[in-house]
Structures are given as C-alpha cells and as structure tokens.
C-alpha cells in the first residue's frame, strides 16, 4: 500500500533559525496539502500543491512539490514562536475519497 | 457561518459503554469524515461520507459506526467503549470529496476511557 513518511519526527530550534518538514511517498501522488496544528487546536489547511515541480509561497513558507511528486517539503525561514505547531502533509488515497495523513512534524521555537 | 461543529469537547466513558460524538456543519459541504488523533501516530481516518446517505469505512472502522441521514450532520458512535479508544476525536467536512478540497476541521473531542 501506498506509504507516505514525514521526517523529522520532532524539531527544536531557536526563534530566527530555518526549519524544514519533508513528506516522502513509496509511490507517485495526485496531489499534496499541508495542514498546521497548533497545540491544543485542530488541523488547519495552508496550502496544497498539484504539479510537479511546483513551488508556492507564503510569506516565511515555501512549499515544494518534487519532479516525480513522490516527496514534498515545507520550509519556514527565521522562524517565530508563533510557528509552534505540528505540521501535517496529507494526501488523496481510495479514488479521491480518503484524505491520509502524515505522521506529522511537531516544531518547538525557543527564545 | 459556525463552520464545523463538535459535541461534546471533553468526555470521560467506561469501559463497555456507548456514546455519540456529534459533528455539524453549516457549509453545505458534500463530504464529512471523522479523524482520530493519537500521539505520535498522526490523524487516522475512521469513516467518511460523500453525502447523505453514503458512507464508508476508512482506515481505523472497527469499533465504530456512522449515519449521514441529512447533509449537515455526521454523528460518531462509540458502541462499546475500550481504553483503546482513548484519543482525540476531529470531524472535518470539505466542499466535495475531490482531490483538490480543503478540509475544514472541527475544534475535536477528548476522549478517555477508563
């Protein structure tokens, strides 16, 4: 079946370093979204990418979608302690019916 | 528009009993489907629907049962609860079951089970 792994488990960095989350498929995906969870608070989407290559960003995000669209990663540039969060990938399995989740990134961003 | 909706936030069970977790929304959103959220394990999909009267299992069923009777509702029954079930609880609606749709989640419930 199609496995999705996203790495790092954990990060800790201080306020002002870059941090980086990837998502990485056994197999070829249709598309990818992005999903930030706040301690205590519920998934909430940021952004999904569809072709291959593609490139977006979001102020301090940049997301990217890998030429074989088999891995993905999010990458924030002098983080803030309002990056604080989980950080999910997630993708479209079953025919387009069933949204799976990554394991998820949990960030920590110290003073 | 109160987007998606959960009752109740916290709730403590033993174990051999049962409850509904409700979920609501006021989007007219087609597809609904209910997450389970377990430390270090992600969110794994329990049920979804593409619309009244439809559902279908995702990747955790077992234990669990749906009804989508109107567009707006997607209740979660606990048949027997087991401390297995202990997680938290997150409905999540989207304007159709396409591939493209963002997914609009519910605040969640947090369940123990003793």
């Known amino acids: 079946g199609q496995q999705v792994m996203q790495i790092p488990q954990y990060q800790h960095v201080q306020e002002g370093e870059d941090f980086t989350t990837y998502c990485n498929s056994s197999?070829?995906?249709?598309?990818i979204q992005w999903y930030k969870q706040r301690p205590g608070g519920h998934p909430v989407f940021l952004i999904q990418?569809?072709?291959?290559?593609e490139v977006k960003k979001q102020k301090r995000l940049t997301f990217q979608f890998g030429e074989a669209k088999k891995n993905s990663s999010l990458h924030i540039t002098a983080t803030q302690t309002t990056d604080v969060g989980t950080y999910f990938c997630a993708f479209v399995t079953g025919g387009g019916n069933k949204l799976t989740f990554g394991t998820g990134t949990q960030l920590k961003v110290e003073l | 528009n109160a987007g998606v909706t959960q009752t109740p936030k916290f709730q403590v069970l033993k174990t051999g009993q049962s409850m509904t977790l409700q979920c609501a929304q006021d989007m007219n959103h087609e597809y609904m489907s209910w997450y389970r959220q377990d430390p270090g394990m992600g969110l794994r999909l329990i049920h979804y629907s593409v619309g009244a009267g439809i559902t279908d299992q995702g990747e955790v069923p077992n234990g669990y049962n749906v009804s989508r009777s109107t567009t707006e509702d997607f209740p979660l029954r606990l048949l027997s609860a087991a401390p297995s079930q202990t997680s938290v609880y997150f409905c999540?609606?989207?304007?159709?079951?396409?591939?493209?749709?963002?997914?609009?989640f519910g605040p969640g419930t947090r369940l123990t089970v003793l």
């Open positions: 197999t070829t995906l249709s598309n």
């Open positions: 999540a609606s989207s304007r159709t079951s396409g591939r493209t749709d963002t997914q609009y």
């Open positions: 990418l569809v072709k291959s290559g």
